[in-house]
Every structure is written in structure tokens, then in C-alpha cells.
């Protein structure tokens, strides 16, 4: 099946600022970001079948063309299928993971009362959280700030919430739910290192699908790295596995 009707790809559009453009070509659709070249995520090309090693090389060349002279200093191929790519890419750091979904009109009941929406003014709270995320040691860029607006720009045109709980002030754990008229996508699920394990995550995870059911029957889609602690987590709430996304990223 052509990779960017599955779920992982096909909800990617709307979970990510709408000044991110796409354009179909032969055999994958091209990303691209021009209000901001430092997103990690928004210059990729996406594979509608899933690439033998050696045409791996021939895409990457593609990548280059696409974005050739445009100061991008990390290229992303992605491709999304119902098995998992087992084989040695010629090049880059492959990430392997699960499409999951929740089931329409499950029942998730929030067991938290000190979430509340966020809202532009908590980009700085956000920020700052996500500053304190393990692995990222560079802190964060103007190209979250991008993001986290772009996402706002949607929210505020009643296209999905950004949920956030709070303590004594602090930012503790976000979760969002972006959607269009027949699915929804979480995007920006993090919890505070210090206040893991506290269940703040499923709550917040919870609160967001329950939203969405209130709003639609739909089906809710997220993207989780295989065997981490999101993938038990979004188990352990009913999301079951669905598609396998593959991200390759390499130096251009």
C-alpha cells in the first residue's frame, strides 16, 4: 500500500504547522518548510513503497535535489508499511517505530484534576520542559518555538488542544491531539524527567482522546519508538499496533 495513505503519514500534514508545504512526485511527496529551515522534521521525503537498500541511495540524491542550496543540515527519508523493515541501510541512523492506535469511542477516563489547557502564553513553560528532555543537549531552538506556534495557529482554529499539568507553577508533563474531520493524532507527549512514573502521561494521554471522542467518533493515531516506555504506556491505555514508520536521517 502507498505509504503515504497510511495513518503515521497521512495524519503527519496536520500535526505539523500549516507553513509546511508538500508536493506529490513519482513514487514519494516532497516536505518542505520554508519559514524555517532548522526544523528536524520539516524537510523530508516520504517513500511511498518501501525502498530496497541501493534505492535508498537514489533517494537520498532525490533529498538533495529536492533541497539542494537550501542550509539544511539533516535530511530525513521516511517510509511507513504494514511489516517492519528488517535491513541494513547503506548509510544514516535508521529509527524504527509503532504506529498505534486508539479504537473508536474508547473509553478513557482522565484520573487527574490539575491538567489544563495550554495556551500561547505557555510557549516559554513549554520551552523549558522540553529544554529538559534527555538526549537533548543542545537545548531548544527557535525551531521549537516554530513549531509550538504553528501548532497553536491550528488550535485556535478549534483543530485540536494542547494539554498541560501543572505544579506550584511548573511545567510537568504536555500532551497534545491535533485532528481534521475523521482522525486525530497526539503530538508533543513529554513528561518532566523528575515526575515520570507519577502517571502524569497517561492522564494527560487520556484527558486528549477523551476530547477528541467528545468531539468525534474518530480514530486517535500516535507514533511510538518500539519497546520504550511510551509503547507500554499507550498499551497499557488500548492503543494497539497498526503500521510500522521508518526515519531514516543522514547528513545531506
Request: net charge negative.
Amino acid at each position: 500500500m502507498d505509504s503515504t495513505q497510511l495513518p503515521a503519514c497521512r495524519t503527519f500534514h496536520f500535526a505539523h504547522p500549516a507553513s509546511t508545504n508538500r508536493e506529490k512526485r513519482d513514487g514519494y511527496t516532497i516536505y518542505d518548510t520554508p519559514s524555517c529551515r532548522a526544523s528536524r522534521f520539516g524537510h523530508r521525503l516520504v517513500i511511498e513503497e518501501n525502498p530496497t537498500p541501493d534505492e535508498l541511495k537514489r533517494y537520498a540524491d532525490l533529498w538533495r535535489k529536492e533541497h539542494a542550496g537550501k542550509g539544511i543540515d539533516k535530511a530525513w527519508l521516511v517510509w511507513e508499511s504494514r511489516e517492519r523493515w528488517d535491513h541494513e541501510p547503506p548509510f544514516g541512523e535508521l529509527h524504527k517505530l509503532r504506529c498505534l492506535m486508539a479504537d473508536e469511542a474508547m473509553s478513557l477516563v482522565p484520573d487527574w484534576n490539575t491538567a489544563r489547557k495550554l495556551e500561547r502564553s505557555d510557549i516559554d513553560a513549554m520551552m523549558h520542559l522540553f529544554s529538559s528532555l534527555e538526549g537533548d543537549a543542545g537545548g531548544p531552538d527557535e525551531a521549537h518555538r516554530w513549531y509550538f506556534n504553528g501548532l497553536f495557529d491550528r488550535i485556535e482554529d478549534e483543530w485540536g488542544s494542547y494539554w498541560g499539568d501543572f505544579e506550584d507553577g511548573e511545567l510537568r508533563g504536555m500532551a497534545a491531539c491535533l485532528f481534521d474531520s475523521r482522525e486525530a493524532r497526539m503530538q508533543g507527549v513529554i513528561t518532566a524527567k523528575a515526575h515520570r512514573g507519577k502517571g502524569i502521561c497517561s492522564a494527560l494521554i487520556a484527558q486528549c482522546v477523551q476530547e477528541y471522542q467528545d468531539i468525534s467518533f474518530g480514530i486517535t493515531y500516535v507514533m511510538a519508538n518500539d519497546g520504550e516506555q511510551a509503547e507500554r504506556i499507550y498499551r497499557r491505555l488500548g492503543f494497539r499496533h497498526v503500521t510500522w514508520v521508518h526515519e531514516l536521517g543522514f547528513t545531506p
